[in-house]
């Protein structure tokens, strides 16, 4: 079963517009870590953020802002007034706290394409 | 260094060849990752290095060797591979294994069999 659902296969945007990307997961566990990870062109898997199942308070760091709900098992990201250098992959990811479990299960992906 | 250096970026390689794959972190992490990665998918985990010892191998062709020489090296020795293993091969590192550790990702290697 998938763990992590990633439901917009890609995204197409112009300069400036925000971007939400969704994210729902699924664990039965009740200690478990939320990422989000970039990945552009050339290839590299870049961290953006952190989440523990403990901490739902939601987050801002510069242009790129994160809700997370448990309510709804939802962990949505949010780029905004997007740019052309925010063209890339976006991974949802999820490691659960179950013993001997701590590998990372990945949601398909968002492609987001921001044009000039 | 907060980086994970991946070499070589590109390779092709026939299918009777040998080659590897090498993967190198300063950050004094003690578990190293494999991941594959085919076009347009999410990464795959191939093996999970933990203390220089192989913990997790999810069921990978004999064709793909992992070795561990040190903590800092990581290498994955290729032979006899298909075109179908053509994919990005992306190693990672975490300071532990535990589920609250991030995991730094190299660049990774472009790999086409031929």
């Known amino acids: 079963a998938q763990k992590v659902t990633q439901a917009q296969t890609e995204i197409s945007v112009v300069e400036k517009e925000d971007v939400t990307l969704d994210c729902v997961y699924e664990?039965?566990?009740?200690?478990?870590?939320l990422f989000w990870y970039k990945q552009p062109p050339s290839g590299e898997l870049v961290f953006l953020i952190r989440?523990?199942?403990?901490?739902?308070q939601n987050e801002i760091s510069g242009r790129y802002s994160w809700n997370f709900q448990k309510s709804t098992s939802s962990f949505n990201f949010t780029i905004t007034a997007s740019q052309v250098v925010d063209s890339a992959v976006y991974f949802c990811?999820?490691?659960?706290?179950?013993?001997?479990?701590?590998?990372?299960?990945f949601g398909a992906g968002t492609t987001v394409t921001v044009r000039a | 260094d907060t980086e994970v250096t991946q070499t070589p970026k590109h390779l092709v390689m026939g299918m009777t060849n040998k080659k590897s794959l090498k993967c190198e972190q300063h950050?004094?992490?003690?578990?190293m990752y494999w991941y594959k990665q085919k076009a347009k998918k999410p990464p795959e985990l191939m093996f999970v290095?933990?203390?220089?010892?192989?913990?997790i191998n999810e069921s990978v062709p004999s064709r793909f060797s992992p070795e561990c020489p040190n903590s800092s090296l990581l290498n994955l020795h290729l032979h006899a591979l298909q075109p179908e293993d053509s994919a990005l091969y992306l190693c990672?590192?975490?300071?532990?294994?535990?589920?609250?550790?991030?995991?730094?990702f190299g660049s990774g290697t472009r790999l086409t069999v031929v």
């Open positions: 990672a590192s975490s300071p532990g294994t535990a589920i609250d550790y991030g995991y730094t």
């Open positions: 664990t039965r566990d009740t200690t478990y870590y």
């Open positions: 989440r523990n199942s403990f901490d739902e």
């Open positions: 990811a999820l490691s659960e706290g179950r013993s001997n479990d701590y590998k990372l299960s």
């Open positions: 950050m004094g992490h003690r578990a």
């Open positions: 290095y933990s203390y220089e010892k192989l913990s």
